[in-house]
């Protein structure tokens, strides 16, 4: 199984960097997923990580590294619309096929 | 088209009644996958099917039943529900087979048991 943690809840300020970080535990690695989700809405697929390294995407840029079993998301130049959870999920084998589980989650909390 | 649709939105059901949420996706994928999601939580897995054959049943209790009828569609019935089963359910969907990569998720069903 895997064991994935997180924070619980972030704050930043508009127009900072944020970085969240995730660690994890599983008896077999098929890759590392970050979504966000908005309060009431579905998780949204940000970025995904299988090697060692950092992954961009404009605004978002995401880090793993395997020996360590450690992931991070960074977020750049904030804003307000960026509040909301970001979980990281995990793929390992389970029953034969390769699955996501997700953290608890990390509630991220822009001001102004 | 990179949308998984689900519906109803919302669902208000009593304790004595059936009823079933649908879940379609149109982007080839082959692994689909029903999740729960209670407030502030992480979501959670109930069932994946790959290549339109139940893989994974994570001890859901039998009043949840997944259906998948084709490589598009997946349903879940309810019936006999209880209070606590009021939740977010997500329907996910991905490639499936050795080139899985990131899942994609439906709207959700809101669902409450009265």
């Known amino acids: 199984g895997q064991n994935i943690d997180q924070p619980t809840e972030m704050t930043a300020t508009e127009g900072a960097i944020v970085q969240i970080n995730c660690t994890y535990q599983?008896?077999?690695?098929?890759?590392l997923f970050w979504y966000q989700q908005h309060a009431g809405e579905a998780p949204t697929f940000l970025s995904y990580?299988?090697?060692?390294g950092l992954e961009e995407k404009g605004r978002f840029s995401s880090f793993l590294s395997r020996s360590k079993g450690y992931s991070y998301l960074l977020l750049k130049e904030l804003q307000m619309k960026d509040s909301a959870s970001y979980l990281c999920?995990?793929?390992?084998?389970?029953?034969?096929?390769?699955?996501?589980?997700f953290g608890r989650g990390t509630s991220l909390i822009v001001h102004p | 088209d990179t949308e998984v649709t689900q519906t109803p939105k919302h669902l208000v059901m009593g304790m004595t009644n059936k009823k079933s949420l649908k879940c379609e996706q149109h982007?080839?994928?082959?692994?689909m996958y029903w999740y729960k999601q209670k407030a502030k939580k992480p979501p959670e897995l109930m069932f994946v099917?790959?290549?339109?054959?139940?893989?994974i049943n994570e001890s859901v209790p039998s009043r949840f039943s997944p259906e998948c009828p084709n490589s598009s569609l997946l349903n879940l019935h309810l019936h006999a529900l209880q209070p606590e089963d009021s939740a977010l359910y997500l329907c996910?969907?991905?490639?499936?087979?050795?080139?899985?990569?990131?899942?994609?998720f439906g709207q959700g069903t809101r669902l409450t048991v009265v």
């Open positions: 996910a969907s991905s490639q499936g087979g050795p080139s899985n990569t990131e899942a994609f």
């Open positions: 982007m080839g994928h082959r692994a």
């Open positions: 599983t008896s077999g690695f098929n890759g």
């Open positions: 990580n299988v090697l060692d």
């Open positions: 999920a995990v793929r390992g084998p389970s029953g034969g096929s390769y699955i996501p589980t």
């Open positions: 099917y790959s290549y339109e054959k139940l893989s």
